[in-house]
């Protein structure tokens, strides 16, 4: 992971460590959220415990869905009459439109046909908006993992009662557990040196991985004392199964 520089001496040649700078750190989730559902009801099942490990699109959690899928089933009853509806206005708009074209249907009439068409249209457009409201709804019954990683909490239980007309209550935790952030302090003049994106090695658990320089502090941090210290955040990815917690000590290596 280390460069290194190749001398000799003696006839012999030996390896010999390029210039790095090692900073203490601490490891961070990349990424971590709270989980919530838009739909309210009565929690039925929780299939995940903390530390399950889980992936992409998962089932987390289920409402009772009894009640979404009744709207549901209205939803599509109404947009199957709107149809109907359309289409026999359609028709007594056609109707309307030949006699008119044969003088004998008033201006006043074909009008009221029109409008007839035009509402008829209308309904159906709001049946559909309505079935695909009732869709989402359905959707929002369950609640999925939105990238693959790690359980860290559970907050719901079977027969709980949700209500998120105001606000979502967070009800799983998750985080992904192959995106890593490495929070290191660094001194005024190495960070005025750092550039976005520059390639670094993170050692944790053990092991080296290839990172990259994601963010420099713009502001000192707190208690950095006499010399200014800014924080410096490196992003790295590691493989499903390596040894890494939120909080575990680490080391960012930049070669000079």
Known sequence: MTRMFIVFL??????????????????????RVELGTLGSGLVEEVKVVPGQRVEQGELLLQLDPRRFRARLEEAQAVLEQAKQHRAEARREL????????RTVLADH???LAEIGAAEAAAAQMRAQAALTSAHLDMEYSELR?????????V???????????????PLVVLADDSRW??????GE???????????????????WFDGAVHRIGLETAAGSGKESMYELQAVFTAPAGARLRAGQQATVRIDE
């Open 181 to 186: 952030r490495a929070i290191a302090m660094i």
């Open 189 to 207: 003049e190495r960070a005025a040196a750092l550039e976005l994106g520059r390639p670094v090695q993170v050692a944790a658990g053990g092991e």
């Open 94 to 101: 056609e109707r309307a439109i030949e006699l008119y074209d």
């Open 145 to 153: 993992a939105p990238f693959s990683g790690v359980v860290l909490e």
């Open 109 to 111: 009439d074909l009008k």
């Open 155 to 169: 907050r719901a239980a079977p027969g709980q009662a949700l209500l998120n007309r105001l606000q979502v209550e």
């Open 10 to 31: 003696l006839g012999f040649a030996y390896a010999v460590p390029a210039l790095a700078l090692d900073l203490e750190a601490h490891l961070q989730w990349e990424a």
